[in-house]
């Protein structure tokens, strides 16, 4: 079901040029240069039974104030671990935060203790899950699982933290919100439960918002409404928000810059258009050619060939060359340095060296 | 949900009268008869007896004015002991046995959800260890060998705690200890494995996204799912520590009503064993219907449920 679903997804939202020249009545480029959050060198990793998954080694990237980034990647590249060292949610053991920082408001989220994490969470930085069948306490009420972070946070009386209950649930679009706090979970569908999470998220007023693949579960037209919300809300608000999702129609549709990972690294960034149009990465290139299109046919659908390396032991090199048709000597040998394109669009390849003309020439 | 506790109370009635029924016949048809012991007994007097209690009358009879006793909720005077009435014997030995039970399950739960709450937080920790190998041990030690150990080491050898009887909160020591180890060491394995299960949902860790205090997270989020598994058997639970007492207050000389009732069956002492048969289902379908009550309460997507059924 979901397969197919995506499918219709892509082809739906997909239609990218038009999304993509659609600036939804806002001018993003002037987002400001206010830096919110600063990912330095990260490197995690978790001890298993089969030995160390090195799950990111390297990651680095800035969020400004106001703007959604975009994470995509394949399966497994490292995506939601990302999200889950900002958070402060990597579960130490078996993980460990081997390296980097973590820059939000002149602290270091890496180096905080539990208590000083606690001060953060849910308040300056939210997150949002998958599955919103699951996200939610089947137990307890909305109204509690609303206001319980409020009140943990700023301390307030009930009836205040349930007028604010009332305000996000506005918000975010449900109807008849005073009804609906003393229901459960069960009691709501998947769209409106997304609802719910994205107003528990919301509820603390956060600068920064993670939403790790919010719009998987649900279906088509219900993504369509989210992703609607999404960008609603980050103009109510001026909330940024990191979009974690492997569906470049999503991005399409409310990205202003991308990050695209593999193998636990950043290979290239940049901002929507200098991705969509002037990818430079193998790589990146590979994921866009390889999502379904309305002005392309059957046969020039072209997925990647192969797999993503072992994580328990990944090459030293480039880890995209086993797959790459532009794969060089060097590449197996020698991470490349990053090459800065413009202001924003930087990627790590070695065919942006200078030498590489010479080989394919 | 009131038709709910209507349907059930129906319920509740005719298992007890299925379980009453069965325990009439079985011990009718068991040979024997009350006065066998007393073999001087001359011929006369043994009829006149029976006579007395009814026992001449045909099986059937006696049945009926079995269920009336059942319904008027008197059963008569008791055969061996003729000076009480199986009410006085209910009324006197059942509060002890109540109590013993009562704090057994009180001391059972809550040792065994905290020790299976901690255990699921130091998973495969030293606190884990030691908690998983207490309730082996636990499980496996019947609650009668467990008694007789310590009341040889504790009140014999150390002189620590009185051996026997219930007069003083000190006496319930050791019977309580050796009733409510089984049970702890049950719901502990039951909390921790549910524990475990429940700690890696989604929702746990929107709860820890939310900053949300520890305690806050395992009582509220945590525990209240957790619980569910441990409430489903607390109904198995109660009828095990149920039957438990009868032994621990034979073990350490406590006068409830399992004393009472043992003996009743030893001498065919029809009355009482029908009495206290029938006050225990009662007691404990009652016991099950409340663990009904308080699962539905736990879990609002069974609430819901009933409440589909009644309009
Ligand atoms: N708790 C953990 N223990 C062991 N390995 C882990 C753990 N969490 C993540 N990993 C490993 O880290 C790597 C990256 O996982 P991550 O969940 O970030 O992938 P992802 O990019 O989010 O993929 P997806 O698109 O499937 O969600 C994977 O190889 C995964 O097996
Ligand atoms: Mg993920």
Redesign the pocket.
């Known amino acids: 079901m979901n397969e197919h679903q995506f499918d219709n997804a892509n082809a739906l939202v997909c239609n990218r040029n038009e999304d993509l020249d659609r600036q939804k009545g806002k001018n993003r480029k002037t987002v400001s240069t206010e830096k919110v959050l600063t990912v330095e060198e990260l490197h995690v990793s ?1 001890k ?1 039974f089969g030995g160390e ?1 090195q ?1 990111l080694r390297g990651v680095s990237f800035e969020l400004y104030k106001g703007e959604t980034l975009a994470i995509v ?1 394949e ?8 999200a889950n060292t900002i958070m402060g949610l990597i ?1 130490q053991p ?2 460990r935060i081997k390296n980097g920082k973590v820059l939000f408001k002149g602290k270091d989220l890496t180096k905080l203790s539990k208590a000083g994490l606690r001060k953060i969470q849910g308040v300056d930085i939210s997150m949002i899950f998958q599955d919103p069948m699951t996200a939610l306490n089947p137990t307890l009420q909305i109204g509690e699982q609303l206001t319980e972070g409020y009140r943990t946070h700023h301390k307030v009386s009930k009836a205040n933290a349930r007028e604010k209950a009332i305000e996000m649930l506005e918000l975010v679009g449900i109807p008849n919100p005073e009804e609906r706090l003393k229901q459960y979970p069960h009691q709501f569908s998947g769209g409106m439960r997304q609802r719910i999470v994205i107003a528990i998220a919301l509820i603390c007023e956060p600068e920064l918002l993670i939403a790790d ?1 919010p719009t998987t579960a649900l279906d088509v037209t219900i993504q369509a409404q989210i992703l609607e919300l999404f960008n609603e809300i980050q103009e109510k608000t001026g909330v940024s928000i990191i979009l ?1 999702t ?1 569906d470049l129609g999503v991005v399409a549709k409310i990205a202003d810059r991308i990050a695209v ?1 593999y193998a636990g690294k950043v290979i290239e960034i940049g901002e929507k258009r200098e991705i969509f149009y002037t990818p430079q990465h193998p790589y990146t290139k590979g994921l866009l050619n390889s999502v379904p299109r309305l002005d392309l046919k059957e046969e020039e659908l072209q997925p990647i060939e192969g797999t993503p390396p072992d ?1 328990f032991a990944p090459p030293v090199g480039c880890p995209f060359t086993a797959r790459c048709p532009f794969a060089m000597d060097v590449c197996d040998r020698v991470y490349p340095e990053t090459t800065h394109l413009t202001k924003n669009h930087a990627v790590n390849c070695w065919l942006q060296d200078e030498r590489a003309k010479l080989v394919f020439t | 949900m009131a038709v709910y506790i209507v349907k059930r109370f129906f319920m509740m009635i005719a298992t007890i009268l299925i379980i009453a029924t069965l325990t009439f016949f079985l011990m009718h048809s068991i040979p024997g008869s009350p006065f066998d012991e007393e073999r001087t007994t001359n011929p006369t007097i043994q009829a006149n007896l029976e006579k007395y209690y009814k026992l001449d009358q045909p099986v059937a009879v006696q049945y009926v004015y079995y269920l009336k006793s059942i319904v008027t909720f008197d059963f008569g005077p008791s055969i061996k002991k003729p000076n009480e009435t199986v009410n006085s014997l209910l009324a006197r030995g059942f509060p002890i046995s109540f109590e013993l039970g009562m704090i057994t399950i009180l001391v059972a739960v809550i040792s065994g959800v905290t020790l299976g709450t901690f255990a699921a937080l130091r998973h495969n920790g030293f606190i884990d260890y030691m908690a998983m190998t207490f309730a082996v041990v636990g499980i496996s030690v019947p609650n009668f060998v467990l008694a007789t150990l310590l009341i040889q080491q504790v009140a014999v050898t150390w002189q620590l705690l009185p051996p026997a009887t219930w007069s003083s909160p000190l006496h319930m020591i050791l019977p309580t200890l050796a009733l409510a180890t089984g049970p702890t060491a049950i719901i502990a394995r039951l909390t921790r494995a549910s524990m475990l299960e429940v700690l890696t949902q989604d929702y746990m860790k929107m709860a820890r996204a939310k900053g949300l205090t520890p305690f806050r997270i395992v009582v509220r989020h945590a525990l209240r799912n957790a619980l569910m598994p441990v409430v489903t058997i607390m109904g198995t639970m109660l009828a095990g520590i149920l039957t438990g007492t009868f032994v621990i207050e034979k073990i350490f000389a406590i006068p409830g009503m399992g004393k009472y009732f043992v003996e009743s069956i030893n001498n065919r002492d029809y009355p009482v064993i029908m009495g206290s048969t029938v006050f225990y289902s009662a007691f404990l379908v009652f016991m099950l219907f409340l663990v009904d009550i308080v699962y539905g309460f736990l879990d609002p997507r069974i609430k819901l449920h009933r409440k589909d059924g009644d309009v």
């Open positions: 978790f298993t998954v799950a990647g399966s497994g590249c490292g995506k939601s671990v990302t579960p078996p993980g693949e974690i492997h990972m994580l």
